[in-house]
């Protein structure tokens, strides 16, 4: 089944303490993007990668780190979270070549940072 | 730069009614897609219709129809004969040609009984 995996779902965790939030997907998708979403604010995009060793900031990238050493993967990393990054984020991934193909999403992972 | 605009962050209609939820976009691409995504109280982002820009009929899916005035840059989602299911977040959003997604900022859409 074609899916984009994110891990964890639900976490709390603390202030400072450094935390990865994987991603992968099965799909061969050059692209792959993270959003986070706050109420009232839809979607905000933090990084997103074209291909392999290709990243990008988005609008909101301050306080996060991303990597794509391989095409499947597509972390996320909040070096020192701060209660301001408590969010639901989303994973999403995406073929590249035309403008017609649609972007497939995770199924969110809750954060809350105290 | 892209950019999506979706002027109605909530909706209200009755159910079995039909309802227009407005998009309209920028850019100078002239090769680009137009999505819907609706976003249940569950939270799951769901994929709901595209359209690309050289299409020269209005995309149609099931209850999902999307009103495409290109010269207008407008990208309507209309969704017939409502149902209380519908009630979600709607996004709309933007790819031109082999680049980043856009995402506008979402319309809540309440179904009355």
């Known amino acids: 089944e074609a899916q984009v995996t994110q891990n964890p779902r639900y976490l709390i965790t603390v202030t400072g303490k450094k935390l990865t939030v994987t991603c992968s997907q099965n799909?061969?998708?050059?692209?792959m993007s993270w959003y986070r979403q706050d109420p009232g604010l839809g979607l905000r995009q933090i990084y997103y990668?074209?291909?392999?060793?290709?990243?990008d900031k988005g609008d909101v990238p301050e306080g996060y780190k991303v990597s794509r050493k391989e095409k499947r993967n597509f972390p996320l990393i909040l070096e020192s979270p701060s209660p301001n990054q408590t969010s639901l984020y989303f994973c999403?991934?995406?073929?590249?070549?035309?403008?017609?193909?649609?972007?497939?999403f995770g199924e969110g992972s809750w954060l809350t940072v105290v | 730069a892209q950019k999506i605009t979706q002027t109605q962050p909530g909706m209200f209609v009755q159910e079995k009614e039909a309802v227009t939820l407005d998009c309209t976009y920028d850019?100078?691409?002239?090769?680009?897609?137009l999505f819907w995504y609706k976003q249940p109280s569950s939270g799951e982002m769901i994929f709901l219709i595209y359209?690309?820009?050289?299409?020269?009929q209005n995309a149609t899916e099931g209850r999902y129809s999307l009103n495409f005035q290109k010269a207008r840059k407008s990208a309507n989602l209309v969704i017939s004969a409502s149902q209380l299911g519908d009630s979600a977040m709607y996004f709309c959003?933007?790819?031109?040609?082999?680049?980043?997604?856009?995402f506008g900022p979402g319309t809540r859409l309440s179904v009355l009984p």
């Open positions: 999403a991934s995406s073929r590249v070549g035309g403008s017609g193909n649609t972007i497939y």
């Open positions: 799909m061969n998708h050059e692209y």
């Open positions: 990668s074209m291909n392999v060793e290709v990243t």
């Open positions: 850019t100078s691409d002239p090769s680009y897609g």
């Open positions: 359209q690309g820009s050289y299409d020269q």
């Open positions: 959003a933007m790819r031109e040609y082999g680049q980043n997604f856009v």
